[in-house]
């Protein structure tokens, strides 16, 4: 099932207190972000994403107001994983806590490409991973698992999303962190590389995302 709503008002129509089994969700960063600039036009490939050029308290608020329902629906021993890069991990990472997730460890996902930025170019991101709860928490599939993923990005001249993520980044986690026939719900949908991977792993899924034209392509992909 998927929405095009905002998150938060979508959680609380549609999702139930504990129903959750996985949240694995890649929110605005907050950083103004309409994609890499293209070289003959100079200007960024896609419009701004929604609620990514917002004050910082607006941000905050905003951000609170989320993860508060993720934090409320999301089932006790469960995981989180949030996209987010290094500027806004800090933060991130607070906010997390004081709505009670317990922070268990940061991955660093390495494109295996460089991106943008001109004094040592980006080429990782940090997804958080978190649980809800403090004892018999569920536990990865694997004990071999490390928390460096070498998965490579997808090139600017193919990406339908300013900050698309690759399918094979959702699918791994959706594997490591649930079970066939599950609830998996994704807050910010974009292009819809969770909602691909949780329907191609036998998984229930359940997502919002806010801008119509983002919400037919995962339509679109899903049908
Ligand atoms: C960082 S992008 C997610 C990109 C996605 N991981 C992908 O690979 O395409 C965040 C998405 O959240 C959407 N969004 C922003 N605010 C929202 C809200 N309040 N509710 C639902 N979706 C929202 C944006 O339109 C954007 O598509």
């Known amino acids: 099932m998927i ?16 129903s959750v089994d996985l949240i694995v969700t890649d929110p605005p960063y907050n950083l103004g972000f309409g994609g890499t600039t293209q070289t ?16 910082h308290a607006e941000y905050q608020s905003f951000t609170y107001k ?3 329902e993720a934090y409320r629906v999301l089932k006790i021993q469960c995981h989180i994983y949030v996209c987010i890069d290094w500027r806004m991990y ?28 001109w004094q ?17 928490v569920r536990r990865i599939k694997s004990r071999k698992k490390i928390d460096i993923w070498r998965i490579p990005r997808i090139s ?10 690759p399918e094979s980044l ?13 609830l998996v719900v994704d807050f910010f949908m974009g292009s819809g590389p969770v909602a691909i991977s949780a329907a191609q792993t036998n ?21």
Not at 11 to 16: E, S, T
Not at 120 to 136: L, P, T, W
Not at 208 to 221: A, G, L, P, T
């Open 3 to 18: 929405y095009n709503i905002d998150c938060i008002r979508g959680a609380k129509q549609y999702l139930d207190d504990e």
């Open 40 to 55: 003959k036009t100079k200007r960024p490939r896609f419009e701004i994403i929604a609620n990514d050029k917002l004050s």
């Open 66 to 68: 989320w993860l508060s």
């Open 90 to 117: 800090p933060y991130m990472v607070l906010w997390m806590k004081k709505v009670g997730f317990i922070i268990k460890n940061c991955i660093v996902w390495d494109k295996q490409q460089m991106g943008m930025g």
């Open 120 to 136: 040592y170019r980006f080429q990782h991101e940090f997804i958080i991973f978190a649980v809800k709860g403090s004892s018999n």
């Open 156 to 165: 600017g001249n193919k990406m339908i999303h300013p900050t698309e993520k």
């Open 170 to 182: 959702m699918k791994e986690i959706i594997i490591n962190s649930s079970e066939e026939g599950e």
């Open 203 to 223: 998984r229930r899924f359940i997502g919002f995302e806010i801008d119509e034209k983002y919400f037919k392509i995962v339509e679109e992909k899903l049908r």
